[in-house]
T-cell receptor, first 112, second 114 residues
């Protein structure tokens, strides 16, 4: 199956709660990236974590990477209605530095 | 500093017509990537181009699809004799150098084939 599969497929939470999304991948990677896509719009790069990093923060985002389990998680703290979007993880395919492989995404709904 | 620009944003074509999608990379970027997104799915890599060269077209269907990135002007993704299955969002990304670390995405072109 495809590199970079997100879990859950859909998530609905109340504003102010935390949202956690997970991503699993199959082959070795040198970095993993998270993107956000608002409905009908393009992708916005959120954060990149390298294979030698275990955790990274950016504002209300926290990303972890466990290379032994081939998984990553994205945590959005104190969610807002504006966080409603689809979130994708992406990894460069092992034999190339440019071919990003995307998962099918987690659709997050933050209820006001 | 303008980002990656794509036009048109929405394109409707009847079956059998041709679709031309344009992508202007960020200023100074000479590496362009095209991806396709089917409804409710993630993006799928199609092709990677540098100025006047196709570097990797392994994700592009062998027939009806072609891409170019001329010395002057935008990159063009061309789909001939469109079919309903071509309906999707097509995204272009660009980077300053080769490498997935630095890809910047455009807003996409949504192609609908009727």
């Amino acid at each position: 199956s495809q590199q970079g599969e997100e879990d859950p497929q859909a998530l609905s939470i109340q504003e102010g709660e935390n949202a956690t999304m997970n991503c699993s991948y199959k082959t070795s990677i040198n970095n993993l990236q998270w993107y956000r896509q608002n409905s009908g719009r393009g992708l916005v790069h959120l954060i990149l974590i390298r294979s030698n990093e275990r955790e990274k923060h950016s504002g209300r985002l926290r990303v972890t990477l466990d290379t032994s389990k081939k998984s990553s998680s994205l945590l959005i703290t104190a969610s807002r209605a504006a966080d409603t979007a689809s979130y994708f993880c992406a990894t460069p395919r092992g034999d190339s530095s440019y071919k990003l492989i995307f998962g099918s995404g987690t659709r997050l709904l933050v209820r006001p | 500093n303008a980002g990656v620009m794509q036009n048109p944003r929405h394109l409707v074509r009847r079956r059998g017509q041709e679709a031309r999608l344009r992508c202007s990379p960020m200023k100074g970027h000479s590496h362009v990537y095209w991806y396709r997104q089917l409804p409710e799915e993630g993006l799928k890599f199609m092709v990677y181009l540098q100025k006047e060269n196709i570097i990797d077209e392994s994700g592009m269907p062998k027939e009806r699809f072609s891409a170019e990135f001329p010395k002057e002007g935008p990159s063009i993704l061309r789909i001939q004799q469109v079919v309903r299955g071509d309906s999707a969002a097509y995204f272009c990304a660009s980077s300053l150098t080769e490498g997935a670390y630095e890809q910047y995405f455009g807003p996409g072109t949504r192609l609908t084939v009727t």
